[in-house]
């Protein structure tokens, strides 16, 4: 069993984290959250230990690992905090604000023979997946292009921000989950383009980000923009001998926000409609056009791999290179607004 602790008790925490580590039951155990707030508007988890005191979490020998669920500019602090504790740490994404942040925390782990990882759970999006499986059929031929689309209609977002901040980009809010897709499966890119603005002007919040990632002869681009009254398809993949669409994203945020969880057969689960279209041209040269059923999202992967990482010593499911490359595109891309 690996014993677990939260520092933050939010939204990040009680939607995106704590809905798929109580599912693993025999492996996981959530012994304590902490928020330096009491009060909450989240429902508290029978048997967990709520507290304002941070030596709950720091002190308590029997906690092995340690979630921050932070606001980012609070992750290289927590992250820190809970090394020096002797405890293994998973941080939220953006991993850290800078890429030497990310270094620094990968070389006291090493020193201290802990882990520390990033929250990388969009590496088990069910659109993601599905697409990884029709480029592996070969049925598209060689890769030449991949589209991938994180879009929104909320002007009312970059309209209620005055100041440009790295914390609240969309670049480092949004980007971290495409740009690590992208690394984790086609690996380090050859050169990057990148194309990163403010929409409402110069000083505002970078609300648009376009990033063309080149492996050889092969695009893969990552576009988001707060102003896309009709989204683009989350991902679009061209081959030589066809192409791939699947117009909407994984469905487990959709049913965490309607408080549908987990323990339902049918938790994000796509449904016929949701399925993408495969059209190609066999090696007889005849057309095909065919849906794809959907290969099934589940965030709770990441919390399995690292209970496999800490007690039974198998490798880490988010390699730390993968972690500093991902921060020193963000922080490029940045700088190019």
Same mark, same amino acid.
């Given at each position: 069993?690996?014993?677990?602790?939260?520092?933050?008790?939010?939204?990040?925490?009680? =939607?995106?984290?704590?809905?798929?580590? +109580? #599912?693993?039951?025999?492996?996981?155990?959530?012994?304590?959250?902490?928020? &330096?707030?009491?009060?909450? &508007?989240? #429902?508290?988890?029978?048997?967990?230990? *709520?507290?304002?005191?941070? $030596?709950?979490?720091?002190?308590?020998?029997?906690?092995?690992?340690?979630?921050?669920?932070?606001?980012?500019?609070?992750?290289?602090?927590?992250?820190?905090?809970?090394?020096?504790?002797?405890?293994?740490?998973?941080?939220? #994404? %953006? @991993?850290?604000?800078?890429?030497?942040?990310?270094?620094?925390?990968?070389? !006291?782990?090493?020193?201290?023979?802990?882990?520390?990882?990033? *929250?990388?759970?969009?590496?088990?999006?069910?659109?993601?997946? +599905?697409?990884?499986?029709?480029?592996?059929?070969?049925?598209?031929?060689?890769?030449?292009?991949?589209?991938?689309?994180?879009?929104?209609?909320?002007?009312?977002? %970059?309209?209620?921000?005055?100041? @440009?901040?790295?914390?609240?980009?969309?670049?480092?809010?949004?980007?971290?989950?495409?740009?690590?897709?992208?690394?984790?499966?086609?690996?380090? &890119?050859?050169?990057?383009?990148?194309?990163? =603005?403010? !929409?409402?002007?110069?000083?505002?919040?970078?609300?648009? @980000?376009?990033?063309?990632?080149? /492996?050889?002869?092969?695009?893969?681009?990552?576009?988001?923009?707060?102003?896309?009254?009709?989204?683009? &398809?989350? @991902?679009?993949?061209?081959?030589?001998?066809?192409?791939?669409?699947?117009?909407?994203?994984?469905?487990?945020?959709?049913? !965490?926000?309607?408080?549908?969880?987990?323990?339902?057969?049918?938790?994000?689960?796509?449904?016929?409609?949701?399925?993408?279209?495969?059209?190609?041209?066999?090696?007889?040269?005849?057309?095909?056009?065919?849906?794809?059923?959907? $290969?099934?999202?589940?965030?709770?992967?990441?919390?399995?791999?690292? /209970?496999?990482?800490?007690?039974?010593?198998? $490798?880490? !499911?988010?390699?730390?290179?993968? +972690?500093?490359?991902?921060?020193?595109?963000? $922080?490029?891309?940045?700088?190019?607004?």
């Amino acid at each position: 069993m690996l014993t677990i602790a939260y520092i933050g008790n939010g939204k990040s925490a009680n =939607r995106y984290h704590l809905p798929f580590s +109580t #599912k693993l039951k025999d492996k996981i155990n959530v012994k304590t959250i902490y928020s &330096p707030r009491a009060e909450s &508007p989240w #429902k508290k988890i029978p048997g967990v230990n *709520y507290t304002t005191t941070i $030596e709950d979490v720091l002190d308590d020998p029997e906690i092995q690992l340690v979630v921050v669920s932070t606001p980012s500019h609070l992750h290289y602090k927590y992250g820190k905090m809970i090394l020096e504790n002797g405890k293994n740490a998973l941080v939220e #994404k %953006p @991993f850290t604000e800078t890429s030497e942040e990310a270094k620094e925390l990968f070389r !006291l782990a090493k020193e201290k023979g802990l882990l520390i990882q990033c *929250y990388q759970n969009r590496r088990f999006d069910s659109d993601f997946l +599905t697409v990884q499986k029709v480029i592996e059929s070969g049925v598209l031929g060689d890769i030449l292009e991949v589209e991938m689309h994180y879009d929104y209609f909320r002007p009312e977002v %970059p309209e209620g921000v005055q100041e @440009f901040s790295k914390e609240t980009s969309y670049l480092y809010g949004h980007g971290c989950h495409t740009i690590d897709q992208v690394l984790s499966y086609f690996g380090s &890119p050859d050169s990057i383009h990148y194309d990163v =603005r403010q !929409l409402l002007g110069k000083g505002r919040m970078n609300d648009y @980000f376009d990033l063309d990632l080149y /492996y050889g002869t092969m695009k893969v681009s990552v576009k988001s923009s707060y102003f896309r009254l009709k989204e683009r &398809p989350s @991902f679009v993949v061209y081959g030589k001998k066809g192409v791939f669409t699947k117009q909407t994203k994984d469905r487990q945020e959709e049913h !965490l926000k309607m408080f549908y969880m987990p323990e339902n057969e049918d938790f994000g689960i796509d449904l016929p409609e949701h399925y993408g279209v495969l059209t190609y041209i066999d090696e007889e040269g005849r057309y095909h056009e065919e849906k794809v059923i959907s $290969e099934v999202g589940d965030y709770s992967r990441v919390y399995d791999g690292l /209970y496999e990482t800490i007690i039974n010593g198998k $490798e880490k !499911l988010v390699k730390d290179e993968e +972690t500093i490359e991902q921060m020193e595109i963000l $922080e490029e891309g940045i700088k190019r607004i």
